[in-house]
């Protein structure tokens, strides 16, 4: 049955002007007018309704802020949230006019009714649950969403949309579409219903896949307690229960966990001693070592797990008059111990190295067909994880591979869609572990699981898929750092909203009297509208003197080794480490931009730097914001341009600049500045760029303007970005006030039923 073919123009259609206005207003992209225009000239005039080609926009351009998808049912109940914000004021008012009054044309049952009919929805709403799977697998074979056409749209490359082969399935009856090649997937329930991207739609299918299938208890060896016990050593602490050592229980018998936690709250430690525990029960039963890999999402995470993870293993040495005679007979020998604790890796590369990325495509080496040669992986900082990534982890990974992921749910969610760990844990804090679980966990490490955190009625409400990742999941809630408690206290108030109880007195209370720990600095306007900036001033100066200082030593030191001249650049980084400011925003005044530029320009008029503008100067900290294996540099890794003598010219004048990073490895990585592609000064730092890093001391700077990406999570991180001191930068106090009520919340379908 041929329909007949298209001789619409999309500018023919109404709806598609009023996107014009939307995307010149900046509340959607050029992108997402593309989608909507390139969709409907695919598809039969009745099919290319207003409401259809809203969703087609608002679907793309939600995905561009973090989602997975659209929730069509909130999206119609509050549509605050949807769209870019827009500056100018006439406009604003216009568009947000013009979005109400087409979302209330129309009920969310006629939404649903109209994308169903649309020849470009695969609708997936209306099957069971029995067949919902079988689409799973279906749309699993290549063909569906490999096809570069596909790849085009998903990718969002606009150049794609308008490529030859997609007008190729324009010239054609568009019913020629096959189901599993249409650009939208709708599903979810009636009351819930969620529009995707296929691409999307098709990342959250394999994050799924790839928990569910390692979610079937695996079996527990009775050899589990003896051997936790050693990992764990005399119980010294009587914190009941040890969350730690749940946490290696509950891992232990799964294919797939997470272990999340604040700040110091042991991480790093439990993963270390589960670590231990899954190779020491391999190694007492006469089996060979498990193959591990540890990864992180950024160079400069990964990096921070390789230094705490090789303290870790250095303090889990275990020697044999530590043992009991039971426990020896497991471990026979110094021979039998020194071959379990080697049997632990302490390197850690980044998730793209582990996966093994491929210059300019999305594909890596490692996927379905070419699994990663790994028995158990481990990804560190989660949270920064994005569905595309965690997809592509789950495809890599062999079926029978273990998964665990560790990191801080409260964290900011990674910069593009998803917010996996977050998804996962939603359920965390509550713990509700079914009776079976607390059975087991009592039998095999000892430890009893309060009332508080079991099942109860609320969890028989949860989705399936939630109720049995609570059971894997373990939330570690004890804070083991000696110092910072102040900040860490402050951090947890900001987590949980402590301003909806307690309003801003609440606030005060952590400042006031000004502790070492915490500080409050204020903008304040003094005369003709001009901020007083040199409070600020001072702490920049402060924060950034000692290893400029440091750094001025270092151009005069002469005939050094280069054992000397590294050290010295050691010393230049751990200073530079103790101070880092951090901003909400990138543009304006209170942005990283402007205030690279104040910034650079204070320290010259301290001549702590060379003033003028040259892009290069000693003392420039620079952050690289693209992955460079040429140079072995990853996005993340921070670096300082120095002037050095020359190799082997120590005593010329001949001087050249060169950026140093430290190499991971106990040495630095000299590049020169001309062969660094994707830098920036980092004098100042996004907070979402300083996700994965530490500094004794943060100072965060607010804008001075409401801003939608002023939340509590973006807060939070920033705070517990510090080691020992956070100084809180806040021009407009109702800026604070609003951020601290705001939480994100990205839509996506991950644990739906
Ligand atoms: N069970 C424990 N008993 C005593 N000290 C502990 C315990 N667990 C962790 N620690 C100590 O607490 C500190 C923080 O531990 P760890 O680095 O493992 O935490 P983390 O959650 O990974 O931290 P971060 O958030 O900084 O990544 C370390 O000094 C560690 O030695």
Redesign the pocket.
């Known amino acids: 049955m041929n329909k007949p073919i298209l001789t619409k123009q999309p500018d023919d259609i109404a709806f598609l002007q009023q996107l014009e206005l939307w995307q010149e207003s900046g509340a959607i992209r050029a992108l997402d007018l593309a989608l909507a225009r390139f969709i409907a000239r695919q598809i039969p005039e009745a099919e290319c309704t207003d409401a259809v080609l809203l969703a087609i926009t608002l679907v793309s351009e939600r995905t561009a802020h973090g989602n997975v998808c659209l929730d069509l049912a909130q999206a119609r109940q509050d549509p605050s949230g949807l769209l870019s914000p827009i500056g100018d004021e006439r406009l604003r008012d216009l568009v947000g006019q013009q979005l109400r009054s087409q979302l209330s044309a129309c009920s969310v049952t006629q939404w649903q009714a109209e994308l169903r009919q649309c020849s470009a929805v695969d609708d997936l709403s209306q099957q069971s649950a029995e067949s919902h799977q079988l689409q799973d697998v279906e749309s699993h074979q290549p063909q569906d969403i490999k096809s570069p056409q596909l790849h085009g749209i998903d990718s969002h490359q606009p150049q794609d949309i308008k490529s030859p082969q997609l007008h190729g399935i324009d010239s054609h009856q568009p019913q020629d579409i096959g189901r599993h090649q249409r650009p939208l997937v709708l599903t979810g329930s009636p009351e819930k219903p969620l529009l995707y991207l296929r691409r999307y739609w098709q990342y959250e299918q394999d994050v799924r896949r790839g928990i569910e299938q390692r979610l079937k208890p695996l079996p527990v060896s009775e050899k589990l307690r003896a051997i936790l016990d050693i990992v764990f050593g005399p119980e ?2 009587q914190i009941q229960p040890n969350w ?1 050592k749940v946490a290696c229980g509950l891992s232990a018998r799964s294919g797939f966990s997470i272990i999340t ?10 993963v270390v001693r589960l670590l231990a525990l899954l190779q020491g029960l391999e190694l007492a039963e006469g089996h060979s070592a498990k193959v591990i890999r540890l990864a992180a999402p950024t160079g400069k995470a990964a990096a921070r797990l390789n230094e ?1 993870i090789a303290g ?1 293993v250095h ?1 889990l040495n275990i020697t044999t008059d530590q043992l009991s005679q039971e426990q020896q007979a497991l471990f026979p020998g110094k021979d039998a111990l020194n071959q379990w604790q080697a049997s632990i890796p302490t390197e850690v590369s980044t998730l793209h190295r582990l996966l093994g990325s491929q210059p300019n495509t999305r594909h890596f080496r490692h996927n379905q067909a070419n699994p990663l040669p790994a028995d158990i992986v481990v990804i560190d900082e989660a949270s920064m994880v994005d569905i595309e990534m965690m997809a592509k982890l789950m495809s890599a990974l062999r079926p029978d591979a273990r998964l665990i992921l560790l990191g ?1 749910k409260d964290q900011l969610a990674s910069v593009e869609a998803g917010s996996i760990l977050g998804d996962l844990c939603d359920q965390a804090e509550d713990g509700h572990y079914s009776q079976k679980s607390c059975t087991y966990v009592r039998d095999t490490t000892g430890q009893l699981i309060s009332h508080d955190y079991q099942a109860s009625p609320s969890t028989l409400k949860l989705p399936r898929l939630a109720r049995m990742i609570s059971q894997t999941t373990t939330m ?1 809630r004890h804070c ?2 000696s110092e910072g408690q102040n900040l860490l206290d402050f951090a947890a108030w900001v987590n949980q909203q402590g301003i909806l109880n307690f309003g801003m007195q609440g606030l005060q209370r952590y400042f006031e009297p000004a502790s070492k720990e915490l500080s409050y600095l204020d903008l304040p306007i003094r005369s003709e509208g001009q901020r007083e900036w040199s409070d600020f001033n001072q702490l920049i100066v402060a924060g950034y003197q000692p290893y400029l200082k440091k750094l001025s030593e270092l151009e005069k030191l002469e005939n050094s080794t280069t054992q000397v001249l590294e050290q010295q650049v050691f010393e230049i980084f751990r200073l530079h480490k103790q101070f880092q400011l951090l901003c909400a925003v990138r543009q304006g005044d209170f942005g990283v931009e402007g205030l690279n530029h104040r910034i650079r320009q204070l320290l010259a008029s301290r001549r702590l730097i060379p003033g003028g503008e040259q892009q290069w100067y000693p003392g420039r900290p620079v952050l690289i914001t693209q992955n460079d294996y040429s140079l072995k540099l990853m996005n993340g890794d921070i670096g300082i341009c120095m002037q050095l003598p020359e190799e082997g010219q120590a005593q010329t004048d001949t001087r050249h600049f060169r950026v140093a990073f430290p190499d991971g490895q106990g040495g630095i990585r000299w590049v020169l500045p001309s062969r660094l592609q994707g830098v920036e000064t980092v004098f100042a730092m996004t907070v979402h760029k300083s996700q994965g890093s ?1 500094f004794d001391h943060t100072a965060l700077i607010l804008p001075d303007k409401v801003n939608a990406v002023l939340t509590k999570e973006l807060l939070y991180t920033g705070i517990t970005r510090s080691k020992t001191r956070f100084t809180l930068i806040v021009p407009e106090q109702k800026v604070l006030e609003a951020a601290l009520q705001q939480k994100i919340s990205r839509i996506s379908g991950l644990l739906s039923e």
């Open positions: 010294r602490d730690q936690g604040g700040p110091g709250t042991g991480k790093t430690t439990t705490s870790s303090r801080d570690l083991y750092r530490e």
